[in-house]
Every structure is written in structure tokens, then in C-alpha cells.
């Protein structure tokens, strides 16, 4: 083989290499770590001398495409001598959330009819999300959560 086609071969060889993106290893990246949505309820509530009952809280969302909110109730037992048992469930107020994976504080109040007194009772809190499939508003839930909380009087 003349030195010219050896030349000629070798140049295109490097031209090649010199052309061809790099091939390096990947720096390690951990897997994303999926935040947990939660939603708690701190142990004390509040009810006023008027009857509004102040619940409260934390939460914590990811990923929400529409409106999203911190939504409370309370639950209580009353015994009748006619009835017998019941569960009376009432709304205490909504809360706008910002689900962007921190954990935020919420608080919702309302003035329930029947007045609830102090004692304990049990109280559900959800974070909900509004999302439209097609023109129907439906929701997601983030986290739910159900305690015995004590209303102290203040």
C-alpha cells in the first residue's frame, strides 16, 4: 500500500473520531424522591362563646392543575331517648391550598348550627382538588385524615 490511500485512510479515521459526539458516563442522579401528601389536625380546636369553631393544621400537596383546598368537618355523637344514637356531620370552612410540595399551615373557621360545645369530637380533613375532564369540574383527593380532637373553650 502507497503512503498517499494510507494517509489518506488514516486522516478520515481521525476526521471521524474528531466528528463523533464524546461518550461519557452519565453523572449519578438519585431517582426524583415522590413527596408524600399529607394533611394533619392538631389535637386542640377552638369554639368561641358564640359557637365558631376554629380547626386547624398542616398540609402538604404536589401537582395540582386546578383549584385545591383544605376542607374540615366534625362529627358528634348525640344519644336521644327517642332516636337512639346519631352522627350529626358539619362543615367547619374551606381553606385555599398551594400544592407545591411544602408544608403549609391551614385554619378554617365557621359558626356550625347546631352549636357544638366544647368536648371532644372527631374531625375529618381533606385536601380536594378541582379538576375539569371535558366540562365536568371532578375531585382528587390529595390526602385525607380523620382525628379526635379536643374544642377547648377560647
Not at 394533611?39 to 385545591?68: E, F, I, M, Q
Not at 355523637?77 to 352522627?87: D, E, L, M, V
Request: a neutral charge.
Amino acid at each position: 500500500m502507497s503512503k498517499r490511500p494510507a494517509l489518506a485512510l488514516a486522516a478520515g479515521a481521525a476526521l471521524l473520531l474528531l466528528a463523533a459526539p464524546a461518550v461519557t458516563a452519565a453523572p449519578y442522579r438519585p431517582a426524583p424522591v415522590e413527596l408524600e401528601e399529607t394533611v394533619t389536625v392538631d389535637p386542640t380546636g377552638h369554639v368561641s362563646a358564640d359557637g365558631t369553631v376554629t380547626l386547624s393544621g398542616t398540609y402538604r400537596c404536589t401537582g395540582s392543575t386546578g383549584a385545591a383546598f383544605v376542607s374540615s368537618s366534625v362529627s358528634t355523637t348525640k344519644a336521644s331517648a327517642t332516636h337512639g344514637t346519631s352522627t350529626l356531620i358539619q362543615g367547619i370552612g374551606g381553606t385555599v391550598a398551594v400544592c407545591d410540595g411544602v408544608t403549609h399551615r391551614w385554619e378554617n373557621t365557621s359558626r356550625p348550627s347546631p352549636a357544638i360545645g366544647p368536648g371532644k369530637v372527631s374531625v375529618e380533613a381533606t385536601v380536594a382538588e378541582l379538576r375539569f375532564e371535558g366540562i365536568l369540574p371532578l375531585p382528587r383527593i390529595h390526602a385525607d385524615e380523620r382525628h379526635e380532637v379536643t374544642l377547648a373553650k377560647g
